[in-house]
C-alpha cells in the first residue's frame, strides 16, 4: 500500500507528528510505502497515487480549522471514493479541545471521499509518548 502523511499546519506541531510517525510506521512495515507532504504546497491535487491519506490538521482560534487548513481544503475536488483517515491536533486547555476535528471530517464526507476509522486526537506538545499513541492508531487504520 502506498500511504501519505499529509499536514496542514500553523506552528510546525503537525509536521513533526506527521514525519516522526512516517518514519516509525515506515521501519515497521517495509511492505507499504510512506510519504509526507505539506497541504500547502500540495493545493488542486487529489492524491490518485495513494491507497490512503492520513490527514494531519490542528485546531486553532476557539476550535476552527487553522488557515492552510482550511485553504487547503477549499481547493481540494476530486477524491470521491478516496481514503482518508484523520489526525486532529489540540490541547485541552482551550474550551474547543479539537473543534476542527468535526469540521474537516464533515468538508472531507461532503467532497464524497470515505473516512477510515475514528479519529484520533493528539493533546499538547509532540513527544514520544504521542508519536506512539499515534502509531497504536495508525497501526489499527491499516489493519482496517
Ligand atoms: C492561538 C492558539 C489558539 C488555539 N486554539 C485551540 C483550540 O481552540 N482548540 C484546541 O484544541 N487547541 C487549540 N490550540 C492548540 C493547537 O491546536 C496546538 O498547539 C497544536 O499542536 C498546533 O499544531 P500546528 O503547529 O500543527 O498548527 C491553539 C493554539 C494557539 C497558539
Known amino acids: 500500500m502506498k500511504i501519505l502523511f499529509l499536514y496542514a499546519t500553523l506552528s510546525g506541531n503537525s509536521a513533526m507528528l506527521s ?9 515497521a512495515h517495509p511492505d507499504h510505502q510512506f ?38 481544503l477549499d481547493q481540494l475536488s476530486g477524491v470521491e471514493g478516496r481514503r482518508f483517515a484523520l489526525i486532529g491536533l489540540g490541547d485541552t486547555s482551550y474550551i474547543h479541545y479539537c473543534g476542527a ?4 471530517e464533515a468538508k472531507l464526507r ?21 508519536v506512539n499513541e499515534a502509531a497504536t492508531w495508525a497501526e489499527g487504520i491499516l489493519a482496517s
Open 101 to 104: 476535528v468535526e469540521k474537516v
Open 35 to 72: 510519504e509526507v507532504k505539506d497541504a500547502d504546497n500540495s493545493k488542486g491535487e487529489n492524491f490518485a497515487d495513494f491507497d490512503l491519506v492520513i490527514f494531519v490538521t490542528s485546531t486553532w482560534d476557539e476550535g476552527n480549522m487553522n488557515l492552510v487548513c482550511e485553504e487547503f
Open 110 to 130: 461532503e467532497l464524497g471521499a470515505t473516512l477510515i476509522g475514528t479519529p484520533h486526537k493528539v493533546d499538547g506538545f509532540i513527544d514520544d509518548d504521542r
Open 19 to 27: 514525519e516522526q510517525l512516517s518514519e516509525k510506521m515506515a521501519a
